[in-house]
């Protein structure tokens, strides 16, 4: 689970949300020589459900940051890899008002046009949905069918292709949620929970490992080949 790939200031409030470039380079670079392949959540979801024992790695990428098509999609077409962008409808083009709203010393991070999106998109790369504002989708004030019904369409008029795969915002999501987001045609979502994914996850509650500012390469290691990450998934 990614976010931002871009060199930061040691100021930065949330250092978490973002990858040096180098970093980001080295992993996929670590990926590649393991034999990996890294994938979308979608050709993820289709291997969990076929058996496959293809050494696969699903890439995924919250908030549709502009540093993902200018610095991530070159690395990742270097290795012929794919990933999964899941930018936030209403917001494309714009920048991280949920954050800089909030007055909590993160950031404003540009997002994405619609042109970026659909170059992303004509390169191989599964464009998702991570809804239409960034909202906590348990707050009893959001509209479900405006964060995922009408975020999904949007997605799909803009683009002119499939939207398959949902990102929680936050994280946050109950049986509710996932029924809307399984009643709106969307066929897997990504969570917070961490943890390497396995065919006995529900596709609709998909877990993913962390890599953040601080993932040095044996780390990184450690996340991918270990149960580290596993032993954390109910914490």
Not at 14 to 41: D, E, T, W, Y
Not at 47 to 68: C, M, P, Q, W
Not at 79 to 96: I, R
Not at 136 to 152: F, G, N, R, W, Y
Request: charged fraction near 20%; hydrophobic fraction near 40%; aromatic fraction near 8%.
């Amino acid at each position: 689970m990614y976010h931002s790939i871009k060199l930061i200031e040691k100021s930065e409030v949330m250092k978490s949300l973002h990858v040096a470039p180098n970093a980001f380079k080295r992993q996929m670079l670590i990926l590649k020589k393991l034999g990996f392949r890294g994938c979308s959540v979608m050709d993820a979801g289709n291997a969990l459900r076929s058996g496959s024992t293809e050494k696969l790695v699903a890439l995924t990428f919250d908030d549709g940051y502009i540093n993902f098509y200018n610095t991530a999609l070159p690395i990742l077409d270097a290795h012929n890899f794919s990933a999964t962008v899941f930018p936030v409808a209403g917001l494309v083009g714009k920048s991280n008002v949920w954050d800089t709203e909030k007055n909590n010393g993160i950031s404003a991070n540009p997002l994405m046009s619609w042109k970026q999106l659909h170059g992303c998109a004509d390169q191989g790369i599964e464009i998702g949905c991570h809804s239409m504002s960034h909202r906590s989708l348990i707050d009893p004030k959001t509209d479900l069918e405006s964060e995922v019904v009408d975020a999904k369409k949007k997605l799909a008029d803009k683009l002119k292709i499939n939207i398959e795969t949902f990102c929680y915002p936050y994280g946050h999501y109950n049986k509710n949620i996932m029924n809307a987001v399984s009643a709106a045609g969307f066929s897997s979502a990504v969570t917070m929970t961490r943890a390497r994914a396995t065919d006995n996850d529900d596709l609709l509650q998909l877990p993913r490992i962390p890599i953040t500012w601080h993932t040095l390469p044996h780390l990184f290691l450690v996340k991918l080949l270990t149960t580290y990450e596993d032993n954390r998934r109910n914490k």
